[in-house]
């Protein structure tokens, strides 16, 4: 089983990563693009036979406790077979 | 409409990053990690009325001539509306 974890700075912080990359798209003369942000991702690869719903509480708690910075940052994550 | 854009380092490239993640997980005693592996999340937000197919191709290539190094570097892509 693999876990997908995206990470991203929360909507109040200032993004200056995607905020460079998205002015640097408009400079390049790429169309269409009002907005940038740049966050992480993680695919963790779960042990072979862990069952799903101790799986989503470890992921939970890992990307919340390990991978997230709560005072500036957010996740979502989700599980696939 | 939002362009979800993953960039990953490909199978065969080290990903320092990533060990390093899950070897720091395994020393704090976290259950069931197999394997980590760390990428890029960008979240594209882009004019209002581009019409989808026309998204579909200006993000395949941003993703592909910007967002990605094509020599270690895979990505992947979704719409949203």
């Given at each position: 089983m693999k876990a997908h974890v995206y990470v991203t700075l929360k909507r109040?912080?200032?993004?200056a990563q995607g905020q460079t990359v998205a002015d640097a798209l408009r400079r390049m003369q790429?169309?269409?693009?009002?907005d940038v942000r740049q966050g992480k991702y993680f695919l963790l690869t779960l042990d072979d036979g862990i069952e799903a719903g101790a799986a989503k509480a470890e992921v939970d708690r890992i990307a919340r406790e390990?991978?997230?910075?709560p005072v500036i940052e957010d996740f979502t994550f989700r599980l696939e077979d």
């Amino acid at each position: 089983m693999k876990a997908h974890v995206y990470v991203t700075l929360k909507r109040t912080v200032l993004d200056a990563q995607g905020q460079t990359v998205a002015d640097a798209l408009r400079r390049m003369q790429y169309q269409g693009i009002a907005d940038v942000r740049q966050g992480k991702y993680f695919l963790l690869t779960l042990d072979d036979g862990i069952e799903a719903g101790a799986a989503k509480a470890e992921v939970d708690r890992i990307a919340r406790e390990v991978l997230t910075n709560p005072v500036i940052e957010d996740f979502t994550f989700r599980l696939e077979d």
